[in-house]
């Protein structure tokens, strides 16, 4: 992996450097707040009332800053489906919405509420809790002095991100695909296949869409177009799709390619409409099982979570 896609932006101007050098990870004052929405978290049952958060106009500034700066890449970057969702989902643009003020008009949309969570969400919770309706969500915003890029998945990523999905029925169906196979497995290595599925696909997917220009530069142009949540909340990522490494949509690839969490992606999986990423993930999904992996030969990598 080059020196560029193992590094982090750590700056406004997006110099990269290590992870551990981003704001988010080393401002003490920013890091005790977070402490503060992370231990919230702390013995919360799926399904139980987020607790309310009184959020900080610095907080409010920053979604602001990053609501405004993704609309508008998303009209650039995302896919018709993406930019669909977008306008049932009901995601305010000018403050930082509670879990229950979002979750309340998604559940009519496609029965879906978020959950509390206080940062990575083991798989057979994470997962298994779509089965039923509920998507894991922090309540912790991203540093307010480089809001277009978080090392790791704070409450823009989760209500902004994920919330445009849960808006949609096509997409929620996805969510909840993965949620049932999620449930009838058993096993860690099992579970761990699956999730690097969902990662290339619901957190990093993107799509081909047909148009009149090519690449990912133009809003009415074809070429690849963003599905995933993680690419429609970093501002940083939409901008760089043109230097991604596009594959054909191909779960044993996933399985066996690396990922960093904190870092941008090197390479992706496209699909070449919704209908064959759903086809795919169905045909995938709906019969595996805990030995499915062994009979496949699939053997996953290791993954990056720093």
């Known amino acids: 992996m080059s020196q560029l896609w193992s590094r982090t932006p750590v700056t ?9 050098q981003h704001p988010g990870r080393c401002d003490s004052r920013y890091l005790q707040r977070r402490k503060i929405l992370v231990e919230r978290a702390r013995g919360h049952r799926v399904g139980d009332p987020s607790p309310t958060v009184d959020y900080t106009e610095d ?3 920053t979604w602001r800053t990053v609501h405004g700066a993704l609309g508008k890449a998303h009209r650039a970057h995302a896919c018709r489906e993406v930019l669909d969702a977008a306008e049932a989902a009901p995601v305010p643009a000018d403050h930082v919405p509670q ?7 998604l559940k009519p949309l496609t029965g879906f509420e978020f959950t509390l ?3 990575f969400v083991e798989n057979r919770r994470f997962l298994g809790s779509m089965a039923r309706g509920y998507f894991h969500a922090v309540q912790f915003v991203r540093h307010p002095s480089v809001p277009l890029y978080t090392p790791e998945p704070d409450v823009i990523h989760d209500v902004f991100g994920h919330g445009i999905h849960l808006a ?3 997409f929620a169906e996805l969510y909840r695909m ?9 096993t860690p290595e099992a579970l761990d296949v699956i999730s690097r599925v969902y990662w290339f696909t619901l957190e990093f997917g993107v799509m081909a869409e047909k148009g009149t220009g090519s690449g990912t530069g133009g809003g009415t142009g ?6 995933g949540a993680a690419l429609l909340s970093s501002y940083g990522e939409l901008e760089r799709l043109g230097s991604c490494e596009v594959r054909e949509l191909d779960v044993r690839a996933m399985v066996a390619t690396p990922y960093r969490v904190s870092g941008y992606q090197p390479v992706l999986f496209g699909a070449r409409c919704m209908n064959h990423l759903a086809d795919t993930l169905a045909g995938f999904l709906e019969d ?19």
Request: glycine share 20%; hydrophobic share 30%; charged share 25%.
């Open 59 to 61: 907080e409010h500034a």
């Open 288 to 306: 595996f099982d805990d030995e499915t992996a062994d009979r496949l030969g699939l053997r996953p990598v290791p993954g990056d979570r720093s």
């Open 99 to 105: 879990h229950a003020e979002v979750g309340a008009r």
């Open 12 to 20: 406004p101007g997006g110099r990269l450097g290590p992870a551990a």
């Open 178 to 186: 993965f949620g049932r196979t999620a449930t009838r497995l058993t």
């Open 117 to 119: 969570a206080g940062g």
């Open 222 to 227: 074809g070429g690849v177009k963003a599905y």
């Open 168 to 170: 949609a029925p096509g």
